[in-house]
């Protein structure tokens, strides 16, 4: 009842220069076979047909009757890699071309490009064919050996391989009149169990080459079976139903739906009395298949011409329908991939010198820019203003808290006006006084009564004044180290910052200009830490050229510690004495007409000159006259030294530190000196700093030929015209 499809020795072809298909056909099925040659198939899915089966299920014979050709047997190495048959129908003569295809290298990493070789020459004699296959599988299975060396030495098999299986794979190109169009892959056949001397990892190595093909959507599997052995029992048959599991394929967007046809090999072989079981399976009914079974006398698909037609019809379609999408996919892919490398590093300079010397020139060219001072909330300058505002606040809290009446009296002052308040218009934001650091008038006048030595009475030493100042002078250490501490801390953070994202692409070069850099911050940094305690030194002493200010403010504090005492500067009197000059007596006050009384008295004794104020003089002296003196020169003094250095201690350090660090560029003789630059082996120290690390490089390779095999493949795309 039942016929095999072939009886798996035939040398020859069916006969089938019959069954020629059109010639946009024959293109489509050559376009994917120039597709597959330019490797693109590791990164899209390319249409194809797939032929798995268990070993010894009759899936060589089947392959041999739609080829015409014998496939070696007595090596069983023709089980061990993948075959591709690339059949098209031809007028001329019967040929055949063998090629290696190397797209994994000995480790199973991808190589990036296919690597198509020509293994000898053209093949015009069948029986031709089965040796130059054998050698072929060998050179595949010996990467490392020259592939010559397989062609041309004796036809014996490798005692140990290098490689047990292997995803590269042999191609045939055949030709000829008698031959349809085409194309297949015969993967090796799925094994349960190894030799003595084999290894049990080949089971699942054969198991996920097989599966790295069937799992693509755009795959038409070819599952051999064989009558003899229980077909639920066929790892073929469980590893389809794992990537198949309804038996069809679908193509995206596209209603037509693509399944595996399901080929059933020596059926002859069907045990005596099971045969009712497998018609469930010639009738579709068991495990049914989209393209159900061949086989069979009775079917309508009969024979090898009947499946390599219908095969044929299946993979043309399945390709026109897929080519709109490959387009879409490789372009894709192209801008993925220019994108990716794009986000490398430039690829190192063949003058590695010239590459290094321009690279710090622009460095420090940016770096003296940064230092300069650039716009943005992130520049270097904008980064500290905030420590040198805190640096000037920390400083005027240090102002004296001198107070004009003694401790007793504290509570009963008149008004609510402080020394801050008499700064108010210049000194914005004050910190305002809370007492734990109040002088009392009586502590100043104590201390200067303690420092007499031979003065004259009502004299005291200018070593009291030069107490006070030294004791607030004291106190700038702390808020100037803060502010150089900041400002190293910053300038050190955007300097590593900056070293990193322009010299990104150059670790190693990275590192040593960081070395050399922070080094040299460091060296300015003491010079900036000598001017800063030069400055404090300088103000320990009292000195300054700017009188006008400096007696400006003094009277202004004595005017504010003299109001402080009203019992004692009789103060209505000074006011009535003040308010006699401004007025113009038309109504004179009562005290208005005793101050002029005093004032005619003057005249009647040719005394003249006198001011009315001056008549304040003749009031009996405040005993803390000399304390009120001292305050009124220590706060004055103050007010002068302070501004003077909350400028000096920033320009210092910018100075010395910040625009020192470029004056005269000498950061970039610095490091050219620190990085060799100008020694004889210049050159091959900036090889080495150049040379990238291996992980980025090896990237760069992978992408720029999986960039060139998309750009070939959409140019095999580009020359289809149907």
């Not at 000159?609 to 000399?626: M, Q, T």
């Amino acid at each position: 009842m039942v016929a095999a499809i072939t009886n798996g020795t035939s040398n020859g072809g069916l006969g089938l220069s019959s069954a020629q298909f059109s010639g946009a056909r024959r293109r489509l099925l050559d376009l994917i076979n120039r597709l597959v040659n330019t490797g693109v198939s590791l990164d899209i899915d390319i249409p194809l047909i797939a032929v798995i089966g268990q070993q010894s299920a009759g899936k060589s014979s089947l392959i041999e009757s739609i080829s015409g050709i014998r496939l070696p047997r007595a090596s069983g190495t023709c089980t061990r890699c993948p075959t591709e048959c690339r059949l098209s129908f031809s007028p001329d003569r019967w040929q055949c071309t063998v090629r290696l295809r190397f797209e994994t290298d000995a480790d199973g990493g991808t190589l990036g490009e296919a690597r198509n070789i020509i293994f000898g020459d053209i093949i015009y004699t069948k029986d031709e064919v089965e040796e130059r296959i054998r050698r072929a599988q060998r050179a595949i299975l010996n990467p490392d050996t020259p592939w010559r060396h397989f062609l041309e030495d004796d036809d014996t098999d490798v005692a140990n391989p290098q490689l047990t299986f292997s995803l590269n794979c042999v191609s045939l190109q055949i030709s000829g009149p008698d031959v349809a169009d085409l194309s297949f892959v015969d993967l090796p056949g799925l094994i349960a169990s190894v030799s003595s001397t084999g290894k049990t990892s080949d089971i699942e190595l054969v198991k996920n080459l097989v599966s790295s093909y069937i799992s693509k959507e755009s795959c038409i599997i070819l599952l051999t079976v064989a009558c003899e052995t229980d077909f639920e029992n066929q790892a073929a048959h469980h590893l389809t139903k794992q990537h198949d599991p309804e038996g069809k394929r679908t193509i995206a967007n596209i209603p037509l739906i693509y399944g595996h046809p399901g080929v059933l090999t020596k059926p002859d072989r069907i045990p005596s009395g099971d045969e009712g079981n497998w018609l469930k399976f010639i009738t579709n009914d068991k495990e049914p298949l989209a393209n159900g079974y061949l086989g069979f006398e009775f079917q309508q698909h009969l024979g090898t011409a009947k499946l390599t037609e219908r095969l044929s019809t299946i993979l043309s379609s399945l390709i026109a329908k897929r080519l709109p999408e490959i387009r879409d996919e490789l372009q894709s892919l192209m801008v993925t991939t220019d994108s990716l490398l794009g986000q490398l590093p430039t690829a190192p300079s063949d003058d590695a010198f010239g590459e290094v010397s321009e690279t710090l020139a622009a460095f420090t060219r940016k770096f003296g820019q940064f230092l300069k001072g650039t716009p943005g909330v992130d520049g270097l300058l904008q980064s500290i203003r905030h420590a040198q505002a805190q640096f000037k606040r920390a400083v005027r809290a240090t102002a004296p808290d001198f107070r004009a009446c003694e401790r007793s009296e504290m509570g009963m002052l008149p008004g609510k006006a402080t020394m801050l308040d008499l700064f108010k218009d210049e000194e914005k934001g004050s910190i305002p006084v809370n007492g734990e650091r109040a002088i009392y008038i009586e502590d100043v006048m104590e201390r200067a009564r303690n420092a007499v030595t031979r003065e004259l009475p009502g004299h005291y030493p200018f070593e009291v004044t030069e107490y006070y100042i030294s004791d607030l002078v004291s106190q700038w250490r702390v808020p100037a180290y803060n502010l150089f501490d900041t400002v190293l801390d910053i300038l050190l953070a955007k300097t590593k910052t900056l070293i990193a994202e322009h010299f990104v692409q150059f670790p190693r070069l990275q590192q040593q200009v960081l070395v050399i850099v922070c080094e040299y911050i460091e060296h300015c940094s003491e010079g900036t830490m000598e001017q800063i305690d030069w400055h404090l030194r300088a103000e320990k002493r009292p000195m300054t050229l700017n009188d006008h200010y400096y007696m400006e403010y003094r009277n202004k504090c004595l005017a504010h510690y003299k109001s402080q005492r009203p019992h004692h500067s009789n103060m209505a009197l000074n006011n009535v004495l003040r308010s006699y000059s401004t007025t113009n007596n038309t109504s004179p006050s009562t005290e208005h007409q005793a101050v002029s009384k005093i004032m005619s008295a003057f005249s009647e004794l040719n005394i003249y000159g006198i001011d009315p104020v001056d008549l304040a003089r003749v009031l009996p002296s405040d005993p803390y006259e000399a304390a009120i003196e001292i305050m009124a020169s220590v706060r004055a003094y103050f007010q002068v030294a302070y501004k003077r250095f909350i400028d000096n201690i920033p320009i210092a350090i910018d100075q010395d530190l910040v625009l020192g660090l470029d004056r005269s560029h000498q950061l970039e003789r610095k490091l050219r000196k620190g990085l060799g630059l100008n020694g004889p082996d210049a050159y091959q120290i900036c090889e080495e700093f150049l040379r990238e690390p291996e992980d980025v490089s090896l990237r760069r390779d992978e992408l720029r030929k999986k960039k060139e095999r998309l750009a070939k493949a959409r140019r095999e795309l580009m020359e289809l015209h149907l």
